[in-house]
């Protein structure tokens, strides 16, 4: 196991820097040090390892998604914890991430899509429950409408039609989406203390 779990590792640090399309199972073999022969023992193909990448990383978001929900003092401090958490996460993504899986590699684009809509917008839908509730956000928010408007933005940083790459930065752009989404559903109360969070004084 630990076998798989280095080429796993390997494997997603490449998918990351250089996209999916662009790396082939030479190429982890040859990052990794082993003859290909070892790496197909483990994995029949790529495929296999993209699929097993990204179930690896949405556990790995799911702990770190629970253990900010756990430890965030309020909604708006959990929000906070979630930009610096996917600044960090994106800052080692590729553009091209969504769009190389959705296109070749439909198992795990499922998987994705499945993740996505299931455990990720109940995290969204919780949120905005729990911000409504210790009055952070407005008290007639449409909760269903604006968790999936959420759970779009996401990807919508990593349209290229949108935001051509070349353009736009992915650690940028997922700032000001979900800043300027924060700032739409806060309270009065809650928009004072986005603000003493980022720093910002504005005049009444």
């Not at 996460?89 to 590729?94: G, I, K, L, R, T």
């Not at 353009?167 to 928009?191: C, N, P, T, W």
Request: hydrophobic content about 40%; aromatic content about 8%.
């Amino acid at each position: 196991m630990e076998i798989k779990d280095r080429i796993l590792s390997q494997a997603q640090q490449l998918f990351m820097r250089n996209g999916i399309k662009s790396v082939s199972m030479d190429d982890i073999a040859a990052d990794l040090g082993m003859s290909k022969k070892t790496l197909y023992k483990w994995f029949e193909n790529k495929d296999q390892i993209v699929e097993g990448v990204m179930t690896r990383h949405l556990l790995e978001a799911q702990h770190d998604c629970e253990r900010m929900q756990a430890q965030a003092t309020s909604a708006v401090d959990e929000l906070f914890g979630m930009m610096n958490w996917m600044r960090q996460q994106f800052s080692e993504v590729h553009p091209s991430i969504f769009y190389d899986m959705q296109k070749f590699h439909p198992s795990t684009w499922q998987l994705w899509l499945d993740h996505k809509q299931e455990y990720i917008l109940e995290q969204i839908t919780d949120n905005l429950r729990r911000g409504m509730s210790e009055e952070l956000f407005r008290a007639d928010l449409d909760v269903p409408v604006l968790a999936r408007l959420r759970l779009a933005q996401i990807e919508l940083a990593f349209n290229p039609d949108v935001f051509p790459p070349r353009q736009f930065d992915v650690q940028r752009l997922q700032q000001v989406i979900i800043e300027h989404y924060m700032l739409g559903i806060a309270s009065l109360k809650g928009h004072k203390l986005i603000n003493d969070l980022r720093h910002v004084t504005e005049q009444e």
